[in-house]
């Protein structure tokens, strides 16, 4: 096992290059500021009533253009037993600051981050991989616009510290249904996920 920082710089298996990174869109600039896409997205939520919070924003590509995305949340264990589902998620433009936010309700999401008992997604997730470490989960949108959970999972390399990522799981948030990808087939890996 590696027992110092270049041991673990080691098992990336990274390479590095003096090539030029690839000129940027000027027609893609990420021009609307998070605090920006929170406040057209509390807009949208107020139109909810009280069930539900905005979760975190991230920053991701949707058809070529960049646009904010938060999952709907539950504000706490009563309005989870109330209603049981989310409707969806908020989607604002990173691009155009007069884009209004979109609320985007397909399908209603049962297991999300905030649901509780099996509906919550780390449990759900935990129940069929727990073997593996759950390191960070991201909410991000396929190639249909449809809202996808990709829950990394790892290994420690020393002693409980030093993870690596071992496999990715994608979760349907309407359905539940769950595919691992391992670390082997990462090139396999849709192209609409955009962190890992």
């Given at each position: 096992?590696?027992?110092?920082?270049?041991?673990?710089?080691?098992?990336?298996?990274?390479?590095?290059?003096?090539?030029?990174?690839?000129?940027?869109?000027?027609?893609?600039?990420?021009?609307?500021?998070?605090?920006?896409?929170?406040?057209?997205?509390?807009?949208?939520?107020?139109?909810?009533?009280?069930?539900?919070?905005?979760?975190?924003?991230?920053?991701?590509?949707?058809?070529?253009?960049?646009?904010?995305?938060?999952?709907?949340?539950?504000?706490?264990?009563?309005?989870?037993l109330a209603r049981g589902t989310s409707p969806g998620v908020i989607v604002v433009s990173a691009e155009n600051p007069d884009a209004p936010a979109e609320l985007r309700q397909r399908q209603?999401?049962?297991?999300?981050?905030?649901?509780?008992?099996?509906?919550?997604?780390?449990?759900?997730?935990?129940?069929?991989?727990?073997?593996?470490?759950?390191?960070?989960?991201?909410?991000?949108?396929?190639?249909?616009?449809?809202?996808?959970?990709?829950?990394?999972?790892?290994?420690?390399?020393?002693?409980?510290?030093?993870?690596?990522?071992?496999?990715?799981?994608?979760?349907?948030?309407?359905?539940?249904?769950?595919?691992?990808?391992?670390?082997?087939?990462?090139?396999?890996?849709?192209?609409?996920?955009?962190?890992?």
């Open positions: 096992p590696p027992v110092d920082a270049s041991g673990l710089r080691d098992l990336t298996g990274g390479t590095t290059t003096a090539e030029k990174p690839p000129p940027a869109d000027l027609r893609h600039v990420h021009l609307v500021p998070q605090e920006s896409a929170e406040f057209s997205g509390d807009k949208v939520l107020g139109q909810l009533g009280a069930y539900y919070l905005v979760g975190d924003y991230s920053v991701q590509s949707e058809n070529g253009q960049l646009v904010w995305v938060a999952p709907l949340g539950f504000q706490g264990p009563v309005q989870w209603p999401l049962r297991y999300i981050p905030s649901a509780l008992l099996n509906a919550n997604l780390q449990r759900h997730v935990y129940m069929r991989y727990g073997t593996e470490l759950l390191l960070e989960t991201t909410l991000q949108l396929d190639a249909a616009g449809d809202p996808k959970y990709v829950v990394t999972l790892g290994r420690p390399t020393i002693g409980w510290s030093g993870e690596v990522v071992t496999a990715v799981v994608i979760v349907d948030p309407a359905t539940g249904d769950m595919q691992r990808i391992p670390r082997e087939r990462f090139a396999e890996l849709p192209p609409w996920i955009s962190r890992v």
